[in-house]
């Protein structure tokens, strides 16, 4: 079963706009993370957030977690062509947090 | 793609065949995955391994094998491969990181059963 579930599951914005993305998970975790997924490639590692962390920025991006809520969002900034993509997050267990589950993905599509 | 390649890339075969993919990381890290990714499920955990010959079932188990007999080389077996199976598999590795796992994925094998 899917630990995380992605919200909204597809995403269209003009370009320059910003994009959120929610993800809402169902047990304690240790951390959450975000990997984009290019057509027909593999996922890259976007971004990184700890249990006790409440917010972290990177770039364009930043996210957000609430544990009360079990959810988190991934908010790009001005966005641009090369953002379109499907994104993920993935949720790694306080019992081994070596493994992580994914969700089933936005596709974000940014209009040029 | 962090120094992993999965071979081969693309394969079509036969309902009953066995099938080896194979995935070679050069970052010797500990950890390497895989995961199957078709649409409407994200990615799903096939098995995992945590070291030499260590290895651990993940969400969707049933129907594969897997064996590490080197750090870099981690193999994925079909042992009769099922229309079921038709997907694109991808294997991923992470190491150790003040704790944490991020994991760097390779470039995917598409895999049709007919």
């Known amino acids: 079963s899917q630990q995380g579930e992605e919200d909204p599951q597809a995403l269209s914005i003009q370009e320059g706009e910003n994009a959120t993305m929610n993800c809402s998970y169902k047990?304690?975790?240790?951390?959450l993370q975000w990997y984009r997924q290019n057509s027909g490639r593999g996922l890259v590692h976007l971004i990184l957030i700890r249990s006790n962390e409440r917010e972290k920025h990177s770039g364009r991006l930043r996210v957000t977690l609430d544990t009360s809520k079990k959810s988190s969002s991934l908010l790009i900034t001005a966005s641009r062509a090369a953002d379109t993509a499907s994104y993920f997050c993935?949720?790694?267990?306080?019992?081994?947090?070596?493994?992580?589950?994914f969700g089933t993905g936005t596709r974000l599509t940014i209009i040029p | 793609d962090a120094g992993i390649t999965q071979s081969p890339r693309h394969k079509v075969t036969e309902t009953g065949t066995p099938v080896t993919l194979r995935c070679h990381q050069t970052e010797n890290h500990r950890y390497m995955y895989w995961y199957r990714q078709d649409p409407g499920h994200g990615l799903r955990l096939i098995h995992y391994s945590y070291g030499v010959k260590d290895t651990d079932k993940g969400e969707v188990s049933d129907g594969y094998s897997v064996s590490r007999s080197k750090t870099e080389d981690f193999l994925l077996t079909l042992e009769s491969a099922t229309s079921s199976q038709t997907s694109v598999y991808f294997c991923a590795i992470s190491g150790w990181g003040q704790g944490l796992y991020e994991q760097y994925f390779g470039p995917g094998t598409r895999l049709t059963v007919t």
């Open positions: 047990t304690s975790i240790n951390n």
């Open positions: 993935a949720t790694g267990s306080n019992f081994g947090n070596e493994k992580l589950t």
